[in-house]
């Protein structure tokens, strides 16, 4: 089955820093990799995900890279702010399946601490 | 996106006893899954909810002890059949619209078993 390693397993940076955390898989047959925030005492909220026919993604200040041929797939946040301290996890499936998404293999999250 | 609820939002439970857990979503929706999450620790997917037909469970998590159900494109739950305290997590619940693969959580059972 999939295996989703995450790196690193906590990340300090200065208050308008720019985070990045990493991601690899082992199935090459994954072709839907989506990234999770998770607050304390809540569920898990989707920030960006990206497909495997895509290479880069953007959205405000956060952005995705996804590398086919490494297997690798990278979350980048810049300009960070407070409130994106969190626990982060990425996560890969193989998609669609034509009869709705398929269920995710996570990685192990990284913990964003944000210093003021 | 979907919006999940659950019911309970956590519990204690006595050693040997069952808990089933409810998930709720506002819209229908194709795909329902469960998840396990640890104290500290990720994300274990533990069936996908299929409408109509049985679950299908992941290795290492078999129907006599999480059963679940899902009556409809709305409605899904699962039962924590004779806890023990390696029982003792937070139970997730997601879903997925199948337009994409978006999956949306739920914010979590989180159960203890004494």
């Known amino acids: 089955g999939e295996n989703v390693e995450q790196h690193p397993s906590t990340l300090s940076v200065q208050e308008g820093d720019s985070a990045v955390i990493k991601c690899t898989y082992s199935?090459?047959?994954?072709?839907?990799f989506p990234w999770y925030k998770q607050e304390l005492g809540k569920g898990p909220q989707l920030i960006i995900d990206i497909r495997s026919n895509v290479g880069e993604k953007k959205d405000q200040r956060i952005a995705v890279t996804l590398n086919k041929t490494a297997k690798h797939f990278s979350l980048h946040i810049t300009e960070t702010q407070p409130e994106d301290s969190a626990v982060y996890f990425c996560a890969a499936s193989m998609g669609y399946s034509g009869g709705g998404a398929d269920g995710l293999t996570f990685g192990k999250g990284t913990h964003l601490i944000i210093q003021p | 996106s979907a919006v999940i609820s659950q019911k309970p939002s956590r519990d204690i439970c006595q050693r040997g006893t069952s808990l089933t857990i409810q998930c709720q979503v506002d819209?229908?929706?194709?795909?329902m899954f469960w998840y396990r999450q640890q104290p500290g620790q990720s994300l274990t997917l533990i069936a996908t909810?299929?409408?109509?037909?049985?679950?299908?469970?992941e290795s290492g998590f078999v129907i006599d002890k999480f059963p679940i159900s899902r009556p409809n494109l709305t409605f899904s739950t699962l039962t924590v059949s004779n806890m023990s305290p390696e029982d003792s997590s937070i139970y997730l619940c997601?879903?997925?619209?199948?337009?994409?693969?978006?999956?949306?959580f739920g914010p979590g059972t989180r159960l203890t078993v004494l």
């Open positions: 199935d090459s047959a994954s072709n839907y």
């Open positions: 909810a299929n409408q109509g037909s049985e679950a299908t469970y």
């Open positions: 819209s229908q929706v194709t795909m």
């Open positions: 997601s879903a997925g619209s199948g337009l994409g693969n978006e999956q949306f």
